[in-house]
């Protein structure tokens, strides 16, 4: 297992004799498997998601956790702006930006 949590399989040319597809599957005398340690949560999870019951509670999310992002983003002035910021953004700004903005 390497440090970024991918699990490598290492498969030599000798062990695929028997094999009728070794000559597409191996072209080198090492053939290596690259996995990744969650790789089977993240198909289950997919799977899921993909399933009529993952349809409808996917569905809802527009109803709950976007409405949530959406309203902390009007309320802390995350949104993007086209426009460049004006003396009115200025004054709901925090004290601590404020302050960060003062040029010596």
């Known amino acids: 297992m390497s440090k970024t949590g991918n699990i490598e ?3 030599h040319k000798s062990d695929c004799r028997e094999c009728t597809f070794r000559n597409k599957c191996i072209k080198d ?3 290596t498997i690259t996995r990744h340690l969650y790789d089977d949560c993240m198909l289950i999870a997919k ?3 993909l399933s009529e019951q993952g349809k409808q509670i996917y569905s809802l999310r527009k109803q709950t956790i976007e409405r949530v ?3 902390g983003q009007e309320r802390h002035d ?3 702006r086209k426009e460049i ?3 009115r953004f200025f004054l ?3 004290e601590y930006q404020k302050i ?3 040029v010596i």
Do not use: W
Request: aromatic share 20%.
């Open 78 to 80: 995350l949104r993007v």
């Open 69 to 71: 992002f959406a309203e």
């Open 9 to 11: 399989y290492k498969i």
């Open 92 to 94: 709901r700004m925090p």
């Open 47 to 49: 799977n899921f998601r």
């Open 100 to 102: 960060s903005l003062i």
């Open 29 to 31: 005398y090492i053939k």
């Open 85 to 87: 910021p004006t003396f």
